[in-house]
């Protein structure tokens, strides 16, 4: 009897360290749990060809617009398209499926190396459509918030890529602010702005910057009329000011926090089977 109750005293024991090692380790809601939460995204991107389709489409979109302009246009200022950079031009994915299986997000400390590995691919269409422009006389200005610290990564990049004006008059990194405003002034200054390319709204205006979900969705129905026109716009399901909206702005929020909140935003059906 004596061994009997023993043993179900350890086993008793056991149960409740392995519980209590559960509840400190096991339990707790990782950035490596949160980065798998990508992996569908980010198939989208690499293999599904509607990402292809999509992104000839907008630079067809690009294209037609810019004839458009063109064919009426009578002003005296030279003609500029500005576009960002990441996820317009080129594709970081697989930056993005490297972070899978990491315990760790998106920081400048890997996303430096990763410029420097000269890896990332043109977004389909990118290429020929700027090539497109500048034979119809139009300059590109890149404005991106790639930081100065990876300006030369970056240039290297665009050049090996194929892409025009890869220089510094028509290159604007990110100095001291990520609001794209001032620097797209700078531009408007001496160029007529024909077209704005982007897969953030800050692309765009800086109206949408740090607002809510729903302020952000309320000020793209405003200019409805400007989408496909003069902001062409490309699906990025990876990241983008959109995540940063559903935090309420706050990207230290911990991991746990973050999956709670994206949870949250999910408009679910009410239905038991
Ligand atoms: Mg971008």
Same mark, same amino acid.
Request: proline share 3%; glycine share 6%.
């Given at each position: 009897?004596?061994?009997?109750?023993? *043993?179900?005293? *350890?086993? $008793?024991?056991?149960?409740?360290?392995? @519980?209590?090692?559960?509840?400190?380790?096991?339990?707790?809601?990782?950035?490596?749990?949160?980065?798998?939460?990508?992996?569908?995204?980010?198939?989208?991107?690499?293999?599904?060809?509607?990402?292809?389709?999509?992104?000839?489409?907008?630079? *067809?979109?690009?294209?037609?617009?810019?004839?458009?302009?063109?064919?009426?246009?009578?002003?005296?200022?030279?003609?500029? @398209?500005?576009?960002?950079?990441?996820?317009?031009?080129?594709?970081?994915?697989?930056?993005?499926? !490297?972070?899978?299986?990491?315990?760790?997000?998106?920081?400048? $400390?890997?996303?430096?190396?990763?410029?420097?590995?000269?890896?990332?691919?043109?977004?389909?269409?990118?290429?020929?459509?700027?090539?497109?422009?500048?034979?119809?006389? @139009?300059?590109?200005?890149?404005?991106?918030?790639?930081?100065?610290?990876?300006?030369?990564?970056? $240039?290297?990049?665009?050049?090996?890529?194929?892409?025009?004006?890869?220089?510094?008059?028509?290159?604007?990194?990110?100095?001291?602010?990520?609001?794209?405003?001032?620097?797209?002034?700078?531009?408007?200054?001496?160029?007529?702005?024909?077209?704005?390319?982007?897969?953030?709204?800050?692309?765009?205006?800086?109206?949408?910057?740090?607002?809510? @979900?729903?302020?952000?969705?309320?000020?793209?129905?405003?200019?409805?009329?400007? !989408?496909?026109?003069?902001?062409?716009?490309?699906?990025?399901?990876?990241?983008?000011?959109?995540?940063?909206?559903?935090?309420?702005?706050?990207?230290?929020?911990?991991?746990?926090?973050?999956? $709670?909140?994206?949870?949250?935003?999910?408009?679910?059906?009410?239905?038991?089977?």
């Amino acid at each position: 009897m004596k061994k009997i109750n023993g *043993n179900k005293g *350890n086993f $008793k024991l056991a149960v409740m360290v392995i @519980v209590a090692v559960g509840l400190l380790t096991g339990c707790a809601y990782t950035t490596k749990d949160l980065n798998e939460q990508s992996v569908l995204a980010i198939n989208w991107v690499q293999t599904s060809a509607e990402y292809r389709a999509i992104s000839y489409q907008t630079y *067809n979109l690009a294209r037609l617009n810019l004839d458009n302009f063109l064919a009426t246009y009578a002003g005296s200022k030279p003609v500029a @398209v500005i576009a960002d950079v990441d996820e317009t031009i080129t594709d970081n994915s697989v930056y993005q499926a !490297w972070l899978v299986g990491q315990d760790f997000g998106y920081s400048s $400390k890997t996303w430096g190396p990763w410029i420097a590995a000269n890896l990332a691919e043109a977004v389909p269409g990118a290429v020929e459509f700027f090539n497109y422009a500048k034979a119809k006389g @139009v300059e590109t200005f890149y404005v991106t918030n790639i930081k100065m610290d990876f300006a030369e990564g970056a $240039k290297k990049k665009l050049k090996a890529l194929g892409l025009p004006f890869v220089d510094e008059k028509h290159l604007l990194f990110r100095i001291n602010t990520s609001d794209k405003q001032p620097r797209r002034d700078i531009v408007a200054k001496d160029y007529e702005i024909a077209l704005l390319l982007g897969d953030n709204l800050n692309d765009f205006l800086s109206v949408f910057r740090k607002k809510p @979900v729903a302020e952000r969705s309320a000020e793209v129905d405003k200019i409805k009329d400007e !989408w496909g026109r003069k902001f062409i716009v490309f699906p990025n399901p990876q990241y983008g000011d959109w995540e940063g909206a559903i935090y309420k702005g706050n990207w230290g929020a911990s991991a746990a926090e973050k999956d $709670k909140m994206r949870k949250d935003h999910l408009e679910r059906w009410d239905y038991a089977p």
